[in-house]
């Protein structure tokens, strides 16, 4: 390939490249179309003066950055053979153009190393990259890290990026971006609660529906680290990279490590930039529709009984469940959390006949069966740890700090592997298992791999997505949620393999909205597990009624997770009304885009779902707490086809509040351009209570 600028482009955005035989990749644009342009024309305009040092952060920076080169940010190769080949030089690359996916090959011939840059604009618009660094010396070479970058521009000048603890992920946090660099990093061998799942440089005040933004998200289920850096040169990137433990990719003689995909969105507001995000995993992953779950889990907990369970399922049969998920608490000696994982047989005291009866009701009753397992994981108190406690990882230290009681198995050895995976594919493969809810809630602090205790961070990953992927291949139709406590494991390389996440441990509706807005930054709704809980959710104690815990629900992959048999027939019956509305606006809200409003009241939310052909949308307006200022005003519709007539009404629930605005008695049809200009008046509702508002188009008269 001779043209040494390259014009990506695709689904709205352009990258725009400049790929000359002299060096690696450099992106001079990362964003809006820019339609026909002079790509070399470009590349002359976007050049720097030059500073009074060649020698201090070159211009365009690569996207894999070289100390050599004169970069001092953060670099994209470090690695040594025992002290030498530390300052590698990448030269001689070689540009291969397929669609839009860009190859560059370069060498470092003095090193003996060779390095492999791909960058593909998705057809969405979404942007990917990744690394291979090739050892082709004699001498093993150590990676102790591969990252790539994307580069944003100067009016970038805001950051955005998360934090979270148990019950409460994805808070997010914002921040000037100054120079210097703002990392996020990851350490316990899996994102983490805590994990930012995206790093988001944008337009100072950037909201959903306004200012542009850029995010990068690291498609890895194990350490990592994601960076905003700015230098003083101004030079702004996003940065994605595994975080590699000491000693853990050592590259023999002609071996290779390949970094994950660092993807990269942008839009004009953080909707547009999420919307790629949904747009590709819709293509990649098409899903059925959600099947409606009843999970055990806050229902009966440990104490699983056949009886009990089957007029569970029975009950969550007649609301309208189309799968019965049997959480933690089946399997051999588990009645609490403090034993026997590991043990993946049925108890045989509680389950005489095995599980067998209750899968024949469940499926009797038409519902597909899932079952809850933790395969990485391991009590100290297992018939498996007191097999093998050397498949129980150990850094030197023992096993080191348990965490609710467990510690975390080793999956890097292959009898290890072979033994869980048997046992979880024999009984998947028996009752034909429809769905696993995959579990992992131990960080891997000190995982070293026995007998030397070298760190296996990375290859439980590698296990992991494997173990995964055979199991997929062996169970066709077979569909797994990550889970992680909660939402401690979400990102796009388990997603892979996985159907849904679990955003939380939380059902409070009052949590649920915030996590669910933030985790919808990267994953569509219907990927999003999203339960009624009980009325006094048992993370938060607080008391909400079923209205509002329903309707936060509704939205996703929905589910419940209350016990069903203490429930009276009037709330059953509300149960199933909700179920119900929900089956009737899934195709909507499961294929939908997803908007939300920037309202300048912190008081209020409004967010929903319009169809693609925007013939409808259905809209969520919340009050979460009580204003400085009341009533809450209008509020305006985002979304909607402005040429379009809507009919537009409050559905659902029957709301009984003081202060309704008239418009809620008739309903009222408006343009979208008006519903999303003027907008509507909202209700006077009590904290933590909603409507939901259904946009119709009208057809034309
Ligand atoms: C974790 C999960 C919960 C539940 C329990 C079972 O905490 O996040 O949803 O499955 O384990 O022990």
């Known amino acids: 390939m001779t043209d040494p600028v390259v014009h990506l482009r695709a689904g709205g955005t352009s990258v725009v490249v400049v790929a000359d035989a002299e060096r690696l990749p450099r992106i001079i644009h990362w964003g809006a179309d820019l339609g026909e342009v002079d790509a070399a024309a470009l590349a002359i305009a976007a050049r720097p003066a030059i500073g009074d040092s060649a020698v201090t952060y070159p211009q365009p920076v690569p996207v894999v950055a070289q100390l050599s080169e004169g970069w001092l940010g953060r670099p994209g190769v470090v690695g040594s053979s025992s002290g030498t080949r530390w300052a590698p030089l990448f030269r001689d690359a070689r540009y291969t153009l397929d669609g839009m996916a ?33 050892n082709a010396g004699d001498a093993a070479y150590r990676v102790d890290a591969l990252e790539v970058a994307l580069p944003v521009p100067s009016h970038a000048d805001e950051v955005l990026d998360f934090t979270g603890r148990w019950a409460l992920e994805r808070v997010p946090q914002r921040r000037s971006f100054h120079v210097g660099s703002w990392t996020r990093e990851s350490r316990g061998g899996k994102p983490g609660l805590e994990n930012t799942m995206l790093m988001i440089g944008g337009e100072r005040g950037f909201g959903f529906r306004s200012g542009t933004v850029w995010g990068v998200h690291l498609a890895w289920s194990g350490n990592q680290v994601l960076a905003a850096e700015r230098t003083p040169a101004d030079t702004r990137r996003l940065s994605g990279s595994e975080l590699l433990l000491p000693d853990e990719i050592v590259l023999g003689s002609g071996e290779s490590y390949s970094t994950p995909w660092l993807y990269g969105s942008w839009g004009d507001g953080l909707d547009a930039m999420a919307a790629r995000f949904h747009e590709q995993r819709r293509a990649e992953h098409p899903l059925s529709p959600r099947p409606v779950i009843l999970n ?14 089957i007029a569970l399922a029975e009950r969550g049969a007649a609301m309208g469940a189309e799968r019965f998920v049997l959480d933690d608490g089946w399997f051999t000696g588990r009645r609490d959390d403090t034993s026997s994982l590991g043990d993946w047989t049925v108890d045989s005291t509680v389950w005489p ?38 498949w129980v990882f150990d850094a030197g230290h023992g096993a080191g700090l348990p965490s609710r ?160 048999l203490e429930a009276d027939e009037a709330q059953l019956a509300a149960l199933a009304g909700w179920v119900a509305f929900h089956k009737t606006h ?111 188009a009208v057809p034309d008269a």
Not at 598 to 613: K, T
């Open 353 to 390: 006949e095995g599980l067998e009866p209750l899968v024949a009701r469940v499926r009797e009753l038409g519902m597909q069966f899932g079952l809850w397992f933790e395969p990485e994981m391991i009590n100290l108190d297992s018939e498996l740890a007191r097999e093998h406690p050397e």
């Open 296 to 309: 055990t889990w806050e229902a009966v907990y440990f104490r699983h009984d056949l009886d009990t369970l």
């Open 102 to 134: 860009l190859r560059c090959e370069a060498v470092d011939s003095e090193y003996k190393l060779a390095l492999l840059v791909e960058l593909e604009l998705l057809p969405t618009g979404l942007v990917r990259q990744r690394a291979t660094l090739t």
């Open 405 to 564: 009681h467990q510690h975390v198995l080793d999956l890097g050895h292959e009898d290890a592997y072979a033994h869980v995976f048997g046992l979880v594919s024999e009984l998947v493969g028996r009752l034909s298992i429809d769905y696993i809810k995959w579990d992992h809630n131990r960080y891997l602090l000190d995982a070293g791999h026995t007998p030397d205790g070298r760190p296996g961070v990375h290859r439980q990953v590698e296990q992991l997505y494997r173990f995964m992927r055979e199991l997929r291949g062996a169970h066709p139709g077979l569909e797994i949620e990550s889970c992680a406590s909660g939402g401690g494991r979400i990102d796009l390389g388990v997603m892979r393999y996985a159907d849904r996440v679990w955003p939380s441990d939380c059902n409070d509706p009052h949590e649920r909205l915030e996590i669910q807005r933030w985790t919808g930054l990267l994953l569509p709704p219907e990927v999003q597990g999203t339960h009624i809980g009980a009325e006094v959710s048992h993370t938060t104690h607080r008391s909400h009624p079923l209205d509002y815990r329903a309707e936060k629900a509704i939205w996703g992959h929905l589910g419940v997770e209350v016990n069903l």
């Open 586 to 696: 899934r195709e909507l809200l499961h294929s939908g885009t997803v908007v939300r409003a920037d309202l300048a009241d912190a008081s209020l939310r409004l967010e929903g779902v319009v169809a693609r052909d925007s013939s409808a949308a259905l809209y969520a307006f919340s009050v979460v707490e009580r204003g400085a200022t009341w009533p809450p005003g209008r509020v305006r519709l985002p979304g909607l086809a402005p040429g379009t007539l809507y009919r537009v009404e409050a559905v659902f629930p029957d709301v009984r509040v003081a202060h309704l605005p008239p418009w809620f008695e008739t309903g009222v049809t408006l343009s979208g351009r008006a519903l999303g200009t003027v907008g509507v008046e909202a209700p006077s509702l009590d904290p933590d209570r909603s409507v939901l508002l259904h946009a119709v």
